[in-house]
């Protein structure tokens, strides 16, 4: 859809008493008007608000709204289009509803716009450009709902995916940290079984040490008991002699 038709506003015509302050605003309007077609938008914004200081009327505000619009004040717009509703006739109402969905369709507030847009068919009914902005406006809630639709499932996979490599990491790194873990075991097995021999050695030295200790004090009983059984044999064969 063309932006410019989705943007299309009008300028109220407006009916002034005949009186002097009339006059007076129906010139400043006029002039506010000519620079608003010349899209001087700033300078027609003064004219309707010095307009507007001569006496208040709805035609006055919906144009003020429209200057504001073009000049870049959206939200001010909103607010003068919402101010303009009070003393208008429907026509002029459902204009002003339009331009404020416009408005906020701008600002990306597809929500209230879509209600502006309700609302200002239920005054104008038969009014295609607000049925055609109204349908621009669901769509883009649609489109809208969607990418956020996309938006979820691809953070709920991101999500997944990012615990899926955390698990793998920590798995990753249990098993770094026992196989770092298992020489360690092993080197201390090892020191234990060496341990174990030098302790079986050492009995071992310590029994065969007893047995050589037992040996050689046997034989040197051995030997004294021989030595004495010589003395008294020598003794008795001393005394055979003298007899």
Same mark, same amino acid.
């Given at each position: ?140 809630? =649609? #489109? !809208?709902? &969607?990418?956020? +639709?996309? $938006?979820?499932?691809?953070? %709920?996979?991101? @999500?997944?995916?990012? *615990? /899926?490599?955390? =698990? #793998? !990491?920590? &798995?990753?790194? +249990?098993? $770094?940290?026992?196989?770092? %873990?298992?020489? @360690?075991?092993?080197? *201390? /097995?090892?020191? =234990? ?12 030295? %310590? ?37």
């Amino acid at each position: 859809m063309n932006l410019k038709r989705i943007f299309t506003f009008t300028l109220a015509v407006m009916v002034f008493a005949v009186s002097a302050d009339g006059a007076t605003r129906r010139k400043l309007v006029k002039d506010g008007n000519k620079l608003y077609q010349q899209e001087n938008f700033n300078q027609a914004l003064v004219k309707y608000i010095e307009a507007m200081n001569k006496g208040e009327l709805p035609e006055i505000e919906f144009n003020l709204g429209n200057a504001h619009y073009k000049a870049g004040n959206l939200e001010r717009a909103g607010q003068v289009y919402l101010e303009s509703l009070s003393g208008a006739d429907d026509n002029l109402k459902s204009k002003a509803l339009y331009n404020a969905g416009n408005t906020l369709l701008k600002a990306g507030d597809m929500g209230n716009a879509v209600s502006a847009y309700i609302n200002s068919l239920k005054l104008n009914p038969h009014d295609m450009e607000v049925k055609q902005n109204l349908e621009y406006a669901l769509r883009q809630i =649609q #489109q !809208q709902q &969607q990418q956020q +639709q996309e $938006q979820n499932q691809d953070d %709920s996979q991101d @999500e997944q995916r990012q *615990q /899926q490599k955390q =698990q #793998q !990491q920590d &798995q990753e790194n +249990q098993q $770094q940290q026992e196989e770092r %873990s298992e020489p @360690e075991e092993s080197e *201390q /097995q090892e020191e =234990q079984n060496a341990q174990s021999q030098e302790n079986q050695i050492e009995e071992q030295m %310590s029994e065969e040490d007893a047995l050589k200790i037992l040996n050689a004090l046997m034989n040197d009983e051995k030997a004294v008991q021989e030595k004495v059984i010589k003395q008294r044999m020598a003794g008795r064969k001393s005394k055979e002699k003298n007899w």
